[in-house]
């Protein structure tokens, strides 16, 4: 895996979205028919982790398939799950007709732990979570970005796991998800895992050198990379235009 940036207080604040290569156009698949859920189930509340190490919500059979890859400290990720989150869930996947799968992308030194502690949870949790801390960004992250750079620094020379819990403590992750139920010990475990690590590291490496991201927000539609697509907006028209 390569190395992330570190935290960069500056880059943390203005960060944009990436220049991205030119990719393919997600076909369109025409006009289908809703599909009906389980039994006593909305899609909404179906949801799954993939083997590729993002959280799957939906019909996991649905002809469009969309699969975003954001960051946790990303500014851009944070204003398309403001805009985008709810209207993604209500107007398509609740259809049967989209599966949204969310799979985190490690921009920043603190991402890989933030990433490793909201996967702590498993999938029911995933989603309403992940609109939560972005939400929250702002208060988390900037309490990072204004340790001291003495402090920046020694963080980054600790081992891993020292680093994880350095990093959940600056931002008080600890307290952000102790009141939404997942417990310090617990957290610290999951900090503590080699095997989810490895698997988090094994994600990027696919992300980065299979698919190719470079850059957050990055969407795929039937795994065809999207090109110059960054906003709620932009995904909108082309689901709209690839299922009518």
């Known amino acids: 895996m390569k190395m992330v940036r570190p935290l960069g207080l500056a880059l ?22 809703a599909v009906q859920p389980p039994a006593g189930k909305q899609w909404t509340d179906i949801v799954s982790a993939t083997p590729q190490g993002g959280m799957l919500m939906g019909n996991p059979d ?29 107007k398509y996947v609740s259809t049967g007709k989209v599966s949204w799968e969310f799979r985190s992308f490690l921009i920043h030194a603190p991402d890989l732990a933030v ?42 020379t600790l081992a891993p796991v020292d680093q994880f819990k350095a990093y959940a403590a600056a931002g008080d992750l600890y307290g952000f998800l102790g009141v939404r139920g997942l417990p310090q010990a617990q957290a610290d ?7 989810a690590l490895d698997k988090v590291t094994a994600n990027q490496d696919r992300a980065t050198n299979q698919d190719q991201v470079d850059s957050t927000p990055t ?12 906003s709620w907006a932009q995904l909108d028209a082309q689901l709209t235009n690839i299922l009518h």
Request: proline share 8%.
């Open 12 to 33: 943390l604040i203005a960060l944009a979205a990436c220049s991205k290569k030119a990719d393919q156009t997600a076909k369109p698949v025409g006009p289908i028919a």
């Open 62 to 90: 649905a002809p469009v398939k969309i699969v975003e890859y954001a960051s946790y400290t990303c500014p851009h990720c944070k204003l398309f799950e403001q805009e985008g989150a709810e209207p993604l869930q209500q």
């Open 115 to 156: 990433t490793m502690l909201m996967n702590c949870r498993g999938p029911g949790p995933f989603f309403p979570l992940a609109q939560q801390l972005y939400a929250a960004q702002d208060d988390w992250l900037g309490k990072m970005a204004n340790l001291p750079a003495a402090e920046q620094q020694r963080i980054a």
């Open 189 to 195: 475990a999951c900090l503590s895992d080699k095997a």
């Open 219 to 230: 969407f795929f539609i039937n795994g065809a990379k999207q090109t110059d697509m960054a």
